[in-house]
RNA sequence: AGUCUCGUAGCUCAGGUGGUUAGAGCGUUACACUGAUAAUGUAAAGGUCCCCAGUUCGAGUCUGGGCGGGACUACCA
């Protein structure tokens, strides 16, 4: 953007066009060279704090538009209350560990978890990590910079850095002093064939879950006679089983429950098992009957049955609901081994037990599945582990049959040749065992064991099953699900004070904290820390090999000391490889795990070789970036809770909860008081933007080709942030077409005219001054309207409707408004107090409308203060007042609205009948009903009168006669009274006459005859309209009506042409490329009309088109052509020297 | 599967506590304006307010049930 009037430093300045990437290079190079982001912290007293929190972002992937989305919200508002005096130091920060940055590393080296501490020593993939994690971090901090996301990134706070591991180590160590640390065992998918539980990242991996057919089983399981089943043992029946059923049958052998539904109906039925041809009694649930029987089979006779029929005949001899099922007991299915740790085998209740599926009996296998494992703990069940961590059964399956023993309960983890190898021992086996003669095909445990079951007379029916099944997405091996020991923080003990904490945080939107983090919270398991890969905060416990002494670590000074006693207990030389270049202990695998500790008691102590959730090292920022509780005691206290955070939605079981758990469980505080969780950024499309579809938004090019202001003012005017957003490039161009032009043609109007008048405002106060006329004061009173809610907006973290407000302003206001309707004032004449006044007020409105907008657009704002205050001076560094309500005029702003309405009605009846705006019309008419209207109209009548080219309005009333009224229900007022009578009173109201209206207003009050009942219906309750005056062109649009003479007489003919001529020569000058300020002469070829026209108007048009002279010849050469509405004139135009 | 959320014009979005003719901007079409001019204005066309039922004198708005999109959590016999 080039200034024209670089020469003269001292007006304002103007420019050719408006651009805004050029406005961002100027500034950010301005704001760089004078340190504007930090005069803007250190200007704010320390004491008045506005505390914000950085969610650490990870630089081992580059930043994408979506980042740009979150970091605005986070800019605007601390912008915002820099504005409003706060000092908000804003510290930015590094996510560094976790699985992607491994999975990263692994990807370039081209090799597998397994592969680490094998192929590569774990030190030498750990620094690959810690390089690769700061690949993309000049990436990052260009972004940050061209957005102009003001953070302070010279002193960010790195979660790898050997300072912040020891402040969750303390952490750590707290949550352990507190008892909210244990150790214990949950049930996580493994990979038996790569010897790892998985996460859950991993297992989502595309791909992972696969339909599979495997082998399905309703197995049978033998009641306990005893008081509590005693009522399912009817007819003498010896025999009576629940049927449950499992698409896992080696999950068999280690079931120790079964769970039924409370409230579902079961039925007891008889019947024949197929496979045995015993008549048998099975409890299975009556809604899943159909399933296993055939309607026929209710009413065949049982002595018709032959083996092998298709149809069997049952009877249901009675029903009860899971309840009364609770506590029965029943015998082991397949008896290898006995839990230990609780009781076994008996029914218990379960939410989960759906009949959608199976028998509506679950199987319960508490160390093979998720719900079971919480069934059991729920109900203090015990467990059998009978798998072990290769995949196969232990030695305590020790079947006198079939070969189980020793055998992976997947065949997918056998070789090939094993898989051979194994198929003969099973042929021997059971051709030996006399079961099976000549073995076809190799039988997976799966099918061991449904044969095994049959051959006992337990299995009631077998069958394929295809279902999803999750894999391991290296090995392609399925998963199984697999006790595995882990750290927890017991966040259940402190679930009340977590939900009734939650409960004074301010989110946005309400229903991400009360519904999807709310429920979380009432859902709430424990957290599971521990993590077994290689990079990330290393758990800071260690054991004695035995388990029974344990420490945690709370410092480096700590763990020091403990060294020091280690190696005076010899069990360290010292010199151990656990130190880095500056002679530190490094926090990291594997020189952690060097060190060895003594107990109390004289033993060696070993480090658990878990790493932690990284999840605790961003919700530990709190702390960690200060290194609290180690040092800066004072910092942190001045710093937390955070008054503002904000992150995507994504993030609400994320960083969201873990700085919510481990504030509560810390300080039983919040760590936030107020979080923006912003939606999703999709393309234009509503796709979720991928590499792969090629819809991904590059920011920068965005930033480069819009500039940055527009790219934020789009994102957030758009729609609220926290709805997903549709991106489209179009809808941005539009941004900078419609606000940012408007607002820039503004200011340039402004200049133009300040410029030539060399106007400059008398103080920094921000206070019009001179002759204040109507629309002055009336544009102020909006202005202040505005600064009340754009301030409540932004405090109440709603910065789409400050957006929008502010647009509205700039838009209809104050450009198509008070600028379309002052611009004589600005350019007529020399300074007045009058031009003083409309200088002032213009410029204050700009001023203000700079410092509103400048924390969404922080550019164009500091562009457009600067070009108005001097180029010295930062928006950013200014205060932003409080809205003074004495200047808040609201009748004033309803009677200029009903001007813009009015205008708009003649507007358009002007349009209908094609009379342009040049041609002036005697009069508009407008119907009023009452003083108060015909004086509202009054007041603003000026503005109407000189918009639409009228020369007068004319208001006619009653009295006139001519206005026909129209009188209907006002529903709010007149339905609380009157109810289900409204419909008579419509239709009662719609055949008023005039006469009727009149009488109404008269008496003030109307009674109504309905169905012979009378109703008095007072005014209030009704809404009388003027509708048309008959004979006249009228328009009528939401309770106003205008009307237009459009009669034309000479003299208003003369004036149009007046009108019109000038504007032609304006164009002349134009394309002659004359000085605004140029005097010319003018003239003209000898024409009757408009020679009568110069005649009535010579001195208005001399005035207009600044001619020293108009002249009507009777020869000219070199002459213009210009239409003066049906004349064409023959004009020559000459610049006076 | 559960939890949350969204569904209004071709597109992007407004529509406190229910009030009868549902709005804006963009886009389209037509026209106008012209000392802010690569700006601006006016108007027209464009809607089963996702569907169904209910509450009510009256439902885009409240209730219930569906359908569809999205996010998160889970993957279960």
Redesign the pocket.
């Known amino acids: 953007m080039v200034r024209k009037n670089a020469q003269q430093p001292d007006l304002y300045p103007e420019y050719d066009q408006l651009h805004l990437p050029t406005i961002d290079r100027e500034i950010l190079a301005w704001w760089d060279a004078n340190g504007i982001f930090e005069k803007s912290v250190s200007s704010r007293p320390e004491s008045k704090r506005f505390v914000f929190y950085e969610g650490p972002p990870s630089a081992n992937g580059m930043p994408g538009i979506h980042h740009v989305m979150s970091r605005t919200i986070k800019d605007l508002f601390c912008r915002f209350k820099t504005l409003q005096g706060y000092r908000v130091e804003r510290k930015a920060g590094w996510d560094t560990h976790g699985l992607p940055v491994e999975l990263g590393v692994e990807k370039q080296l081209g090799i597998r978890k397994s592969d680490i501490g094998v192929k590569i020593p774990v030190a030498e993939f750990n620094r690959l990590c810690r390089e690769d994690v700061m690949r993309y971090t000049h990436v990052w901090n260009e972004l940050t910079r061209l957005m102009g996301y003001w953070v302070d990134m010279d002193n960010p706070y790195v979660t790898y850095e050997n300072a912040y591991i020891e402040s969750l180590w303390a952490l750590i160590r707290m949550l352990y002093d507190k008892g909210l640390l244990y150790e214990g065992y949950t049930i996580q998918p493994y990979s038996p064939a790569a010897g790892t539980g998985l996460s859950?990242h991993e297992l989502?991996q595309p791909g992972c879950?696969r339909n599979v057919k495997d082998v399905s089983a309703v197995a049978m399981f033998r009641i306990k006679r005893d008081e509590r089943s005693q009522f399912l043992f009817v007819d003498n029946a010896d025999a009576v089983y629940f049927l449950?059923?499992?698409?896992?049958p080696w999950t068999l052998p280690s079931n120790t429950a079964l769970a039924v539904g409370k409230d579902i109906t079961y039925s007891l039925v008889k019947t024949y098992n197929v496979y045995t041809h015993q008549i048998v009694y099975v409890v299975l649930a009556q809604e899943l009957m159909q399933r296993y029987f055939t309607d026929e089979g209710a009413t065949m006779p049982f002595d018709e049955y032959k083996k092998g029929d298709k149809k069997v005949p049952y009877r249901e001899v009675l029903t009860c609901k899971g309840a009364a099922l609770e506590g029965i007991r029943y015998d082991q299915l397949l008896p290898y081994a006995q839990p230990k740790d609780g009781d076994a085998f008996k029914v218990v209740t379960g939410d989960?037990?759906?009949t959608?599926?199976?028998t509506g009996i679950?199987?319960i296998a508490p160390s093979f599945?998720?719900?079971d494992f919480k069934t059991a703990k729920q109900h203090g069940l015990g467990s059998l582990t009978l798998v072990d961590k290769q995949g196969k059964f232990t030695e305590e399956v020790n079947d006198p049959v079939f070969p189980l023993q020793g055998r992976y309960v997947k065949d997918a983890y056998y070789t090939e040749a094993e898989k051979q190898a194994e198929f003969e021992t099973q042929k021997r086996i059971l051709k030996e065992k006399n079961i099976i003669a000549d073995l076809r095909s190799f039988m997976s445990v799966d099918d061991l064991i449904v044969l095994k079951l049959k051959l006992e007379g337990k299995l009631f029916l077998t069958e394929k099953y295809e279902h999803?099944?999750?894999h391991c997405w290296r090995t392609d091996k399925p998963v199984i699900?697999y006790p595995l020991n882990s750290w927890f923080v017991r966040t259940t003990a402190i679930k009340d004070r977590l939900i009734a904490l939650n409960k004074t945080i301010r989110w946005k939107p309400p229903?991400?904290g009360e519904?999807?983090f709310g429920?979380w919270l009432e859902n709430l398991v424990d957290w599971n820390l521990s993590r077994s890969r290689f990079w990330g905060t290393p758990l800071p416990i260690w054991k004695t090999e035995d388990g029974s002494e344990v420490k945690c670590i709370g410092s480096l000074k700590e763990l020091e000391d403990e060294i020091h006693k280690a190696i005076r207990a010899g069990l360290m030389t010292g010199s151990e490889n656990y130190r880095n270049e500056k002679g530190e202990i490094e926090l990291h695998k594997p020189y952690v795990d060097a060190i060895v500790l003594v107990s109390a008691k004289g033993q060696k102590m070993y480090r658990v070789p878990d790493l932690i959730d990284v999840w605790f090292d961003s919700g530990a920022m709190p702390y960690a970036q200060w290194h609290y509780p180690i040092t800066n005691e004072d910092v942190f206290r001045q710093n937390f809770p955070a008054d503002f955070i904000a992150e995507g939605?994504?993030q609400?079981?994320g960083w969201f909860f873990t700085l919510h758990v481990l504030a509560v469980a810390l300080f039983d505080s919040i760590a936030f008081k107020n979080v923006v969780s912003n939606g999703?950024l999709l393309d234009k499309n509503?796709n979720?933007m991928s590499k792969r579809l090629g819809n991904v938004i590059d920011p920068f090019d965005t930033i480069r080709n819009h500039g940055a202001d527009a790219t934020r003012w789009y994102l957030i005017r758009?729609?609220?942030p926290w709805?997903?957003?549709?991106f489209?490039i179009?809808?941005l161009q539009?941004v900078v077409?419609?606000f940012f032009?408007?607002l820039y043609?503004?200011y340039?109007?402004f200049a133009l005219y300040a410029n030539i008048d060399h106007w400059k405002p008398a103080s920094d106060k921000l206070t019009a001054k001179g002759q204040l006329q109507e629309l002055d004061l009336w544009i102020i009173s909006r202005l202040h309207t505005l600064l009340q809610e754009v301030t409540e907006y932004y405090d109440q973290y709603e910065p789409t409707r400050a957006a929008r407000a502010i647009e509205k302003f700039v838009d209809e206001d104050l450009?198509?408004w008070y600028?379309?309707l002052n611009?004589r004032r600005f350019?007529k004449g020399e300074m007045s107090e009058d031009k003083e006044a409309a200088y002032s007020t213009l410029y204050e409105c700009l001023i203000t409308v700079a410092q509103l907008i400048s924390p969404i657009a922080p550019f164009f704002a500091e562009w457009l203060y600067k070009n108005l205050k001097g180029p010295g001076i930062s928006v950013h560094l200014s205060y932003l007042r409080v809205a003074d309500t004495k200047l808040i005029n609201k009748e004033l702003e309803e009677r200029m609205e009903l001007a813009q309405r009015a205008c708009?009605l003649i507007?358009?009846l002007r349009?209908k009948e094609?009379i342009?705006?040049?041609q002036p019309l005697s009069r508009a008419l407008i119907p009023v009903l009452n003083e108060r209207q015909k004086n509202l109209y009054r007041s603003v009548e000026a503005y109407i009168i000189s918009e639409v080219n009228v020369k007068k309005i004319e208001y006619v009333d009653d009295t006139s006669g001519i206005i026909r009224k129209k009188v209907k229900?006002n529903?709010?007022e007149l339905?609380?009274r009157a109810?289900?009578k409204?419909?008579a009173i419509q239709q009662a109201l719609a055949n008023f006459t005039d006469a009727d209206i009149r009488r109404f207003e008269q008496q003030g009050s109307y009674t109504l005859q309905l169905n012979g009942e009378p109703f008095e219906l007072q005014p209030h309750e009704v809404e009388i309209l003027t509708e048309d005056i008959p004979g006249w062109l009228v328009a009528t649009e939401g309770g106003i009506t205008v009307a237009l003479d459009i009669t034309l007489n000479d003299e208003l003919r003369h004036e149009g042409n007046a009108?019109e001529f000038v504007?032609k020569v304006?164009?002349l000058?134009?394309d002659k490329d004359f000085q605004?300020?140029d005097r010319i002469k003018v003239s003209v070829l000898k024409n009757e009309t408009f020679a009568r026209t110069l005649a009535a108007h010579q001195q208005y048009i001399a005035n207009?088109?600044?001619a020293r002279e108009i002249v009507l010849v009777d020869q000219l050469s070199d002459y213009d052509e210009v239409e003066m509405n049906d004349e064409i004139l023959k004009v020559k135009v000459e610049r006076c020297s």
């Open positions: 859950s989502n879950y449950a059923w499992t698409t896992t989960f037990v759906t959608t599926d199976g679950v199987h599945g998720a719900d999803n099944y999750p699900y229903h991400t519904g999807r429920q939605v994504d609400t079981r999703l509503g979720k758009n729609s609220d709805e997903n957003m549709k489209d179009n809808g539009e077409r419609s032009g408007t043609n503004t340039s109007f450009s198509n600028v379309r611009r350019w708009s507007l358009s349009k094609k342009k705006v040049r229900p529903f709010k339905g609380k109810g289900p409204m419909k009108r504007n304006q164009n000058r134009k605004v300020l207009e088109i600044l």
